[in-house]
Each structure stands twice: as structure tokens, then as C-alpha cells.
């Protein structure tokens, strides 16, 4: 399905003015997936809806761009009473207009992914993890023209023991997927067992995944996400990690050994304050800037209802800190979110733009940065770029490019 607007030309705007105009793309879990236009002229902006479609299953949940082949990857969470959810590929017009390439079954509950290449072998994989039923799917992926095979392997994680917040923790709960920076090591975030999973994937078939030595985390932590981040004075590698049920963020030092990673925790701080309980406005999404100075943290300190704030202010909350050549973190600013519970959100390429998704009220808001202070302009100041409310509650805001 598209929208009327959908015949909306990107290419004659770029010609007019190339630096004026970006696009995105925007899921919501009601099974849209929105293509979305900002325009900058001189001292205005505007954010629209250009098309919409719902080939990607009726609950969207994470986007994962191909930007040289013009393929997006939009992996379907299901809905109950489902049983599966699905893996979809998607070709890019370019008005910016998606079309279905292809389809195959994919674990239910599936709310993070990661697509890659392989590097070395050109072998391309696609892993997806889910929450509430908490597994892994493996893929590997055909052609680099949106081709899908199905699922390779699925891992159900073994859980160890319930950790100390009996509502979120009684067993395994997977959140986020991501490589790293060796692209040897798939790592997966598991909320409910206080850890995150490291897996070798095997470089000519992608599946087998073969599970090695985790992160163990402070006992309630509950990681969400996490980024590695290279000091560029010493090499040094670190990984970010943000607690949602504890509300701290972490930031390890990382060595690779024989057969894996080790770590050693080198600081944690509170990301929005010290004064909120625990469990009461918990973290969602961590970045790092793209000049790798600055680490920003999504929470959901005035949308979550268990919150002593709740609802008192007109936004939620992002969080900047500066990255400290040791790896450790200082807080910058404590900025608008522009809505409730953002649930994801992305910086641009030139880092000078992030699009906050927000899963309450169903908008995708664009900020403008400040690259050299890190800060996020404030409305009062401009730096509100765009606004737009769609269909459903927004899970992923995805820049393209």
C-alpha cells in the first residue's frame, strides 16, 4: 500500500537545492513503514510524509539499511495470536517509495537485527533477535539484489538463573544485536539474564553461530544496547552499554584474547538522575557521535508510568556526554526528546541531525546538533528541524543515507 502522495519526485529537489533535502524512513508497529522528506531553506524546515507502504507485515519493529544496492531490510515482529514474524527486503524508488522485493519467516517478537558482509568472503548475514520470546535467528543472505533464503538457525539462549527485578528478569529477554569493530563477533544484549551474549559466526555459511564467554553486567542492570567506541589517542577499544532497568550507562575497556573477548569496567553514571528510583525512567537507545566525541542515551523518564515525573513535563529526555580519552563519561546536557518514549533514535552522517522516534505519541522528531559542543539546539533556538505524526507508534527512525 502507498500512500496518494507517493508520486512525490526526491530527484527535481535534489537538483534545486542538493543540500537542502534528506530522507528517511520511519516503521511503526500499527504496519506502515513511512518514507519521510525534510527540507532546509534558509531560515525554515519541513518534515512530510512522501509515501507509505505495508509490505513489511503487520508489526514492524527494526529497519536495517543496504544503501549501495538500494535494498531496505524491515524485520516484522508478528502479532499475536501469530506465531512467527516475518524478514522482509524492500527496493528503494527513488522517490524514496518502497515495493516488496521478498519475504521469508522469521522468529516471533524479533526487535533488533544486524546486517552485514562478511568482509573477507563477501558472505552476507542478517541476525535478528527477540524479546519476548527470546531467540536467535540466522540468516545467510543470497545476492546483494534484496534476495532472502530462510532462516538458517535459531537459538533459543539457555537462561541461567531469574535475576533481581522478578517482573523483567525471570528468564532470557534478547534486545539488541550488533558486531564488532572486527566484524568477527556477533554480541547480543540479553536484558533479562544481566549480560550480553558474544557468538563467532562462521564466515562461510554464517550459521552456525557458536556462543562464547559473555559480559556480565551488574546484577539489575538490564542491557538494552551498546556501541564500541576506539579512543583515538591509545587504540584503546570500549564498549557503551546502557542499563534500562537500572538507568545507568556503563563503559567498558575491551581486549580480544584466544577465543574471544574479555572486559573490565572502567566507569558508570546515572543517565538522567540520581533522584529518579530505579525502574522508574528507563534508558532506551545509546549512540556515538560520528566524530566519536560525544554518547547520547534516549530515556523514557516522563512517559514510563512508573515514574514520580510522569507525564509532569512536555517531553521525554535525551542524555549527551563527552567520551573521555580513558574511556570514561561526562555529562554535557540533559535535552527534549520532542515527545513520549523514544524508543529509538539516529544520528545522520554529518552528525548535525538526529531523529528521534517516539513510541507514545507517534512522531518522528528532527533535531538539529551542535557538532562542536555536542549539544542538541533547543527549540527556543531553532533546533527543532521537523515534526511529523504518523499511524502508529513509532519503533525506528532510519536516515537515508
Not at 552476507?124 to 538457525?153: C, F, H, M, W
Not at 523518564?301 to 580513558?326: E, G, K, M
Request: proline share 6%; charged share 15%; glycine share 8%.
Amino acid at each position: 500500500m502507498r500512500s496518494p502522495i507517493s508520486h512525490f519526485v526526491l530527484p527535481t529537489l535534489l537538483v534545486l537545492s542538493p543540500s537542502s533535502a534528506s530522507q528517511l524512513f520511519a516503521a511503526h508497529s500499527d504496519g506502515n513503514v513511512s518514507t519521510l522528506l525534510l527540507t532546509e531553506n534558509s531560515n525554515t524546515s519541513s518534515l512530510i510524509v512522501t509515501s507509505v507502504t505495508a509490505d513489511c507485515g503487520p508489526n514492524p519493529a527494526t529497519l536495517n539499511l543496504d544503501y549501495q544496492n538500494r535494498i531496505l531490510y524491515c524485520l516484522d515482529r508478528g502479532r499475536a495470536p501469530g506465531t512467527e514474524g516475518s524478514l522482509n527486503s524492500l527496493r528503494i524508488a527513488a522517490d524514496g517509495s518502497l515495493s516488496i522485493v521478498a519475504r521469508v519467516s522469521a522468529p516471533f517478537s524479533g526487535v533488533a537485527a544486524e546486517f552485514f558482509d562478511d568482509g573477507e568472503t563477501g558472505v552476507r548475514g542478517y541476525i535478528s533477535t527477540s524479546y519476548n520470546r527470546s531467540s536467535i535467528g540466522v540468516y545467510r543472505l543470497p545476492d546483494d539484489k534484496g534476495g532472502l533464503a530462510e532462516l538458517g538457525q535459531i537459538i533459543f539462549p539457555q537462561t541461567t538463573a531469574a535475576g533481581p527485578v522478578a517482573a523483567r528478569q525471570d528468564r532470557s529477554y534478547l534486545h539488541g544485536v550488533f558486531l564488532d569493530p572486527t566484524r568477527k563477533f556477533l554480541l547480543m544484549t540479553d536484558l533479562g539474564q544481566d549480560r550480553i551474549r558474544v557468538f563467532r559466526y562462521n564466515q562461510q555459511t554464517i550459521a552456525p553461530l557458536v556462543e562464547l564467554a559473555p559480559l556480565l553486567t551488574p546484577p539489575g542492570c538490564g542491557p538494552r544496547k551498546a556501541v564500541f567506541w576506539t579512543a583515538p589517542e591509545t587504540g584503546n577499544l570500549f564498549l557503551f552499554v546502557n542499563g534500562e532497568l537500572d538507568q545507568r550507562v556503563y563503559s567498558y575497556q575491551v581486549d580480544y584474547k584466544e577465543g574471544g573477548l574479555e572486559w573490565s569496567l572502567v566507569d558508570d553514571v546515572v543517565s538522567v538522575s540520581k533522584d529518579l528510583p530505579v525502574r522508574t525512567a528507563p534508558t532506551s537507545e545509546i549512540a556515538v557521535t560520528p566524530d566519536g566525541r560525544f554518547v547520547i542515551v534516549s530515556n523514557r523518564d516522563v512517559s514510563f508510568a512508573a515514574s514520580p515525573v510522569h507525564r509532569s513535563r512536555s517531553s521525554d529526555t535525551l542524555s549527551v556526554f563527552s567520551i573521555n580519552a580513558n574511556g570514561t563519561l561526562t555529562p554535557v546536557q540533559h535535552a527534549p526528546s520532542g515527545g513520549y518514549s523514544p524508543r529509538q533514535f539516529m544520528i545522520n552522517t554529518n552528525g548535525d541531525k538526529i531523529a528521534v522516534g517516539h513510541q507514545n505519541n507517534n512522531t518522528v522528531v528532527i533535531w538539529k546538533r551542535d557538532v562542536e559542543t555536542g549539544k542538541i539546539v533547543g527549540e527556543e533556538d531553532g533546533g527543532m528541524l521537523g515534526i511529523v505524526s504518523l499511524s502508529g507508534p513509532v519503533v525506528f527512525a532510519q536516515w537515508y543515507p
